[in-house]
């Protein structure tokens, strides 16, 4: 009987502190609902179908990429793909060109080209190896119409060696590609890890010199390409 009421008395006052306590986040989750972007609201809709309630018009479908200032669509520039898994970029290339040494995260990329030329380089992940036993360097040479495949983390650089634009469409399987910049990330390290890293072939001293060398733009201009080509390097 005792340990009974005890049980009830103890089962109200949780009851009692619980009840507001629960109703606080509630009423939280009501008031910055607003504030949320559609993207968030379309992430935590219950069910695909409350994701169409919060794309009433077709347009909420179509992305321009013509005359967007993003070349990519993702989940937050296209809120249309939230649960689909999937992103778009369309690029272009221009002459002379490579594309910085980079991965992406969390997405595979199909890297499709519609018009020029471009090589490309992927290094996939440690432990695949060529037939020399070192590290395997997968390289592809790509005219209109052909596609390659860059899988999700591995390093990877695509290359315009003519004097004309070359137009690229890449499909990434992640609403939120992501993008690292390998040379630029792993020189943001402190020069002690970067000396361990690189062990004797860069001096301390030379570290500094190497992080500024490092272009800090998408593409960077291919010099023996330009001279070909007849053009002039632009310093950024
Ligand atoms: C390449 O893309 C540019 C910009 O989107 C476009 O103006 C041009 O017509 C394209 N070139 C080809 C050959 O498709």
């Known amino acids: 009987m005792l340990a009974g009421s005890a049980l009830s008395s103890v089962l109200a006052v949780v009851l009692v502190f619980a009840l507001p306590a629960k109703a606080a986040p509630q009423q ?22 409350g994701r169409y309630q919060l ?11 013509t005359k967007s200032k993003t070349p990519f669509a993702n989940r937050k520039t296209f809120p249309a793909l939230v649960g689909s898994g999937t992103s778009f970029s369309v690029g272009q290339l221009p002459a002379c060109s490579m594309a910085y040494l980079h991965l ?34 997968i390289h592809t ?35 939120d590609f992501g993008i690292g910049l390998v040379a630029e990330q792993v020189f943001s390290l402190s020069d002690d890890v970067i000396a361990a890293t690189f062990g004797q072939s860069i001096a301390g001293e030379d570290i500094d010199k190497v992080r500024r060398a490092i272009p800090g733009e998408v593409v960077i201009k291919v010099e023996e390409c330009l001279r070909k080509c007849g053009k002039q390097k632009r310093h950024a």
């Open 141 to 175: 040479e790509l005219g209109p119409g052909m596609m390659t495949i860059f899988p999700a983390g591995s390093f990877h650089t695509q290359v315009n060696p003519d004097c004309g634009p070359a137009n690229f469409t890449a499909a990434l399987s992640s609403e």
């Open 55 to 65: 794309l009433p018009t077709d347009e909420d479908f179509v992305y321009d990429f």
């Open 104 to 137: 992406h995260p969390r997405a595979t990329e199909l890297f499709v080209l519609n018009s020029g030329r471009v090589l490309t380089q992927m290094v996939p992940e440690v432990g695949v190896l060529d037939s020399k036993g070192k590290q395997r360097v």
């Open 28 to 49: 939280m989750m009501r008031r910055s609902t607003p504030e949320l972007s559609l993207t968030a609201q379309l992430q935590i809709a219950d069910t695909a179908i």
